[in-house]
């Protein structure tokens, strides 16, 4: 199936990223061709350094037309907003889709974990969920991009042969048949129809 076909089959509200070494670049270059219009929300989860302080949302909101901000513990998630999960904080999605923060032991010796985003978010939204795995050197969202699909779910993974390091996406795509491997022009092709079909529904 082609990205119309896929977007036509899944009526999303959300759309959780993660990536890891590469991954700014990556996601600066999907996100800054997004419509002002987009409504979306997207959250995402890059791997930093623990010890450094995430400058994120500032670096996103100066290049891009959408609202940009750290994820606060108890906070709602709204439309049209990127969040980003701080340093050397777990960031999950409640029932309720309101954000909850913790410190415990890193997953896949990353904390964030893209796992733990992904996981708690494919509970909160179930079908209704996007996730994408982007560039990235460990296996840090294979499992949370599996539980996204089993849920039922949209999952999508970079095209490896694109990904400044193709550890993450190969490590998501042989976990799981991912709905489509795509480059980064495709994904933001497939989150702009996405965002269309949401606000047509």
Excluded at 11 to 20: L, T
Excluded at 123 to 142: I, M
């Amino acid at each position: 199936m082609n990205i119309q076909q896929v977007a036509a089959r899944h009526a999303v509200e959300a759309v959780v990223v993660g990536a890891s070494a590469g991954g700014v670049f990556a996601l600066l270059t999907l996100l800054s061709g997004l419509p002002r219009s987009f409504a979306l929300p997207i959250v995402a989860v890059l791997h930093l350094p623990k010890e450094r302080d995430s400058r994120l949302a500032d670096v996103f909101q100066q290049r891009l037309g959408m609202r940009v901000h750290e994820a606060a513990d108890k906070e709602a998630i709204a439309p049209s907003t990127l969040y980003f999960a701080g340093s050397g904080y777990h960031l999950s999605i409640e029932m309720d889709r309101t954000f909850s923060l913790s410190c415990e032991e890193p997953v896949n010796y990353s904390r964030p974990s893209i796992d733990v985003l992904m996981d708690s978010a494919a509970d909160a939204y179930g079908p209704s969920l996007a996730g994408v795995l982007l560039t990235g050197a460990n296996f840090d969202g294979a499992a949370g991009l599996a539980r996204i699909k089993q849920r039922g779910g949209l999952t999508a993974v970079q095209d490896p042969a694109e990904a400044q390091v193709p550890t993450m996406p190969q490590a998501a795509i042989r976990r799981l048949k991912p709905n489509l491997i795509l480059t980064l022009d495709g994904i933001r092709q497939l989150l702009i129809q996405l965002d269309h079909n949401h606000a047509t529904s």
